[in-house]
């Protein structure tokens, strides 16, 4: 079975970084070359949200809010996948998971949770002035 296990998050005052682990198993990152991994979060009474996302070719997305702040990586030796957040904001609060699919679609949906098939637990991110 494929689990991805999320850690790194905690509390950050506004201004603040953390950095988001997902690890991976059951499922080898590099398998395909399409693969797609992503970050999505969830904030209290709001839709969840796709915020980054990486192919295995190095292409990335981002949605408009994060950009230039968070940046996505992956690291297949370690089937590992990375989000770094840099100067946080209140409106970064929110349920953080990482998300593993098939790839292959579009680029324009990268971020959208349908593209995604394997989901982690999620991590807690808070965010306070």
């Known amino acids: 079975a494929v689990q991805l296990v999320e850690s790194g998050g905690g509390s950050v005052q506004v201004g603040g970084s953390l950095r988001l682990s997902c690890a991976a198993s059951?499922?080898?990152?590099?398998?395909?070359?399409?693969?797609?991994l992503g970050w999505f979060r969830q904030a209290p009474g709001k839709e969840r949200e796709g915020v980054a996302a990486?192919?295995?070719?190095?292409?990335?997305r981002y949605t408009d809010s994060v950009k230039g702040r968070f940046t996505i990586t992956q690291d297949n030796a370690k089937n590992t996948l990375y989000l770094q957040m840099n100067n946080l904001k209140l409106e970064d609060t929110a349920v953080y998971y990482c998300?593993?699919?098939?790839?292959?679609?579009?680029?324009?949906?990268?971020?959208?949770?349908?593209?995604?098939?394997?989901w982690g637990q999620g991590t807690q991110v808070t965010v306070s002035s």
């Open positions: 998300a593993v699919g098939m790839g292959g679609g579009p680029q324009a949906f990268m971020l959208m949770d349908y593209e995604y098939i394997y």
């Open positions: 990486i192919q295995n070719d190095g292409t990335t």
């Open positions: 059951g499922y080898t990152f590099s398998s395909y070359s399409s693969t797609l």
